[in-house]
């Protein structure tokens, strides 16, 4: 069975710093590009970060480019989201998400909330 | 990147169908055959609706259906049900590993 557990979500003082990781199960973790995607309250889903099955290649939303970092560690079986400077408006659900091919995205996390206070 | 463009809210009562749009550019939706829809229930994970404009994943009910007309995707829900109620996002490929989503539909069944 395909699982996506996230942890590492914390009530953290804006400026701070944190990591997230996701730990996935099921698959083979190395064949697939992976996504952080988050939902702040009361709003929708914001794309995030991408990296790619071998970490060659990563991506990152405007919105965060410069303050977090995504890599993983397929040895682990786990994707990681270094986050920093961080923002009152960083305050979110944080999911991973499988990408099976062109934003099939079809496993997703529970999500791991993270606070930013201000 | 701009979020795809989906209408705040839609409704319709068991039964009926309805369509949520999600506009976009020729840089997204428009430039490539590679949309999806999530159903998102409020503390739980998205579920993946439709990939690929129109592909149902299996256990997705053939009530959902998804189609794209230039820079604009549809997703349509035919015999709306009580447990379709939740909130719809369009995703659209666009370029890369880039990924761009929809502001979200919240979908209400009356």
């Known amino acids: 069975e395909v699982q996506l557990v996230e942890s590492g979500g914390v009530l953290v003082q804006r400026g701070g710093s944190l990591r997230l990781s996701c730990a996935a199960s099921?698959?083979?973790?190395?064949?697939?590009?992976v996504h952080w995607v988050r939902q702040a309250p009361g709003k929708g889903l914001e794309y995030v970060s991408s990296i790619t099955g071998n970490g060659d290649t990563t991506y990152y939303a405007s919105s965060v480019k410069g303050r977090f970092t995504i890599s993983r560690d397929n040895s682990k079986n786990t994707l990681y989201l270094q986050m920093g400077s961080l923002r009152a408006e960083d305050t979110a659900v944080y999911h991973c998400?499988?990408?099976?091919?062109?934003?099939?995205?079809?496993?997703w996390g529970q999500g791991t909330l993270v606070t930013v206070s201000s | 990147q701009s979020a795809l463009t989906q209408p705040a809210s839609v409704s319709g009562s068991p039964g009926q169908s309805i369509t949520i749009s999600c506009t976009g550019t020729s840089s997204d939706v428009g430039g490539y055959n590679y949309v999806s829809w999530y159903q998102h229930h409020p503390g739980k994970a998205p579920k993946l609706m439709i990939y690929d404009v129109s592909k149902r994943p299996s256990g997705v009910a053939d009530r959902f259906s998804g189609s794209k007309s230039g820079n604009t995707a549809s997703l349509t829900i035919s015999g709306l049900q009580a447990e379709d109620e939740a909130d719809y996002y369009c995703?659209?490929?666009?370029?890369?590993?880039?990924?761009?989503f929809g502001g979200g539909t919240k979908l209400t069944v009356l």
């Open positions: 998400a499988r990408d099976a091919a062109y934003v099939k995205f079809d496993y």
């Open positions: 099921g698959f083979t973790f190395s064949s697939y590009t």
């Open positions: 995703c659209s490929y666009a370029g890369g590993i880039t990924v761009i």
